[in-house]
Nanobody, 129 residues
């Protein structure tokens, strides 16, 4: 059973940067497409990015294009989400998710959260001065 653990969140000043990590265990990491989601207080969970199992495809929500960068290192069983120019509205709990059947969907766009079978517990990102 694949297990995911996010890390790298914290309190950051506006304009700062963070790199979130999603480390997997329990199953071959290179079988899975990875998605990143966020949920701000009082708001629905929002998909922000995905990356295919071989990293040949990435996709982003329009709201984060140019600000977020997704990547992965299959030798380290880890996916990353780099966030630059952080704004207070980026404050949220950030989750990674994985599924072994979403490579083609990630090529076409952002698979919705209901399509992912495996989830991490989330990491809090707070942007405040």
């Amino acid at each position: 059973q694949l297990q995911l653990v996010e890390s790298g969140g914290g309190l950051v000043q506006p304009g700062g940067s963070l790199r979130l990590s999603c480390t997997a265990s329990g199953s071959p990491f290179n079988y899975y497409a990875i998605g990143w989601f966020r949920q701000a207080p009082g708001k629905a969970r929002e998909g922000v990015s995905c990356i295919s199992s071989s990293a040949s495809a990435t996709n982003y929500a329009d709201s984060v294009k140019g600000q977020f960068t997704i990547s992965r290192d299959n030798t380290k069983n880890t996916a990353y989400l780099e966030i630059h120019s952080l704004k207070p509205e980026d404050t949220a709990v950030y989750y990674c998710a994985a599924d072994s059947h979403l490579d083609s969907a990630c090529y076409r766009g952002l698979p919705p959260d209901v399509e992912y079978d495996h989830w991490g517990q989330g990491t809090q990102v707070t942007v405040s001065s």
